[in-house]
């Protein structure tokens, strides 16, 4: 009986060496992640940036994703062929009026220029003085 | 009996070294796949509008009639300075360091100007747009604001 018990007490040990390891890799995902300067920002699906070398951080959160089929403003969902613009302004207001001044337009690399065009005027027209345009640094 | 228990324990012992690695691997992988695929590090580029104090009545507090113009159309660029044409660059191979050198030339020719104005064909593809303004800028050394003038037809 007393063999028994000690047994299973024996299979009941936390392996610390693979904890350790464990750690060690976590720790070295979020330092390599984290960015000293600037917010980290969600690069939208389907959407391929431009590279350029003269970049500046991104300040803020905010962004309007300028999609070949879709527009996406913070997690939101457009149509691209201009129907939805009067709820983009809207939306561009909202966050204007949160006391943002800085909104950051990623537009894919191939789109002929009138459509990030548009949105750039909508950007002005909802207040926003400045467009940054997304890019990846080189 | 004492013989079979080691034994059993022995088996116990060669399969979890084995497997302990190939997780550590596995972990190491997982994270810079995430990394690469959701956290790719998105910069910005500043665009200027024009602005009350650009404007022609306000012209003579900067260099009137000095103002550098880029046109990026469909076949090339054009610089102008003032109203004068001063290059054409066609999109053929090399145009990039071709505006570079113009553009170096033009600001060692007016070091204390810092804006450069873009009119885009609205045709244009948006990734030219992007390599025109990112030669315009050049790191800060040539013209760090690049103005957009947007022609309202």
Redesign the interface.
């Known amino acids: 009986m007393a063999r028994f018990f000690k047994k299973s007490s024996s299979s009941m040990e936390l392996?610390l060496?693979?904890l350790m390891?464990?750690f060690t890799?976590?720790l070295?995902?979020f330092l390599?992640?984290y960015?000293f300067e600037?917010v980290?920002?969600?690069?939208v699906e389907g959407i391929t940036?431009?590279?350029?070398?003269?970049?500046?951080?991104?300040?803020e959160k905010f962004y309007i994703a300028v999609g070949k089929d879709r527009i996406e403003i913070s997690g939101r969902t457009y149509a691209v062929t201009g129907k939805d613009d009067p709820y983009i302004l809207r939306e561009l207001k909202d966050i204007k009026q949160k006391g943002k001044n800085y909104l950051?337009i990623?537009?894919?690399?191939?789109?002929?220029?009138?459509?990030?065009?548009n949105y750039?005027?909508l950007a002005?027209q909802a207040g926003f003085?400045?467009?940054?345009?997304?890019?990846?640094?080189k | 009996m004492l013989y079979k228990r080691f034994r059993k324990e022995k088996k116990k012992g060669t399969f979890l070294p084995i497997l302990i690695p190939v997780m550590n691997l596995f972990l190491l992988i997982l994270p810079f796949v995430i990394q690469n695929a959701f956290l790719q590090k998105i910069a910005s580029m500043e665009l200027q509008l024009p602005s009350v104090s650009d404007s022609p009545a306000n012209a003579f507090q900067s260099d009137a009639g000095r103002d550098i113009v880029i046109e990026i159309k469909r076949e090339g660029l054009s610089l102008f300075l003032g109203d004068a044409r001063h290059m054409n660059v066609d999109f053929s191979e090399g145009y990039e360091q071709r505006l570079y050198n113009k553009l170096l030339e033009l600001k060692n020719e007016l070091p204390k100007k810092q804006e450069i104005v873009i009119k885009i064909d609205p045709l244009i593809q948006y990734e030219k747009v992007i390599k025109v303004i990112d030669i315009c800028k050049s790191e800060g050394k040539l013209f760090p604001n690049v103005v957009y003038y947007d022609e309202v037809k």
């Open positions: 392996n060496t693979s390891d464990m890799i976590i070295f995902f390599s992640a960015s600037g980290l920002m969600k690069l940036l431009p590279e350029a070398r003269s970049v500046i951080p991104v300040a950051v990623q537009a894919d690399k191939d789109l002929p220029f009138y459509v990030a065009r750039i005027r002005v003085s400045k467009p940054y345009l997304a890019v990846l640094p």
